[in-house]
């Protein structure tokens, strides 16, 4: 058996939600009902389904490539990022 959820959404938060589904190759009721069920399976919000945008991507790429600060424990780091 199943239940109808209604919910009221900003149309521009649901169409760029639409987008991103879409690109993740779902739909808003596929999503949903993966959220409820994964919801329930592990009694919290268990999931990160992002699309990475280029600034992150830069970061990522100038870690891995180790460009940037470098600093070898939280003390130098607090020290260095001090304001």
Avoid: C
């Avoid at 058996?1 to 639409?18: F, G, H, K, N, P």
């Avoid at 992002?50 to 600034?55: L, Q």
């Amino acid at each position: 058996m199943s239940v109808l959820i209604r919910s009221r959404i900003d149309e521009v938060e649901a169409q760029s939600a639409e987008l991103i589904l879409s690109q993740l190759g779902l739909n808003m009721s596929e999503y949903l009902r993966f959220a409820v069920r994964s919801l329930n399976n592990r009694k919290g919000i268990p999931f990160d389904m992002t699309i990475t945008n280029p600034e992150t991507l830069k970061a990522i790429d100038d870690m891995n490539n180790r460009r940037g600060v470098i600093v070898s424990s939280l003390e130098e780091f607090e020290a260095k990022y001090q304001e």
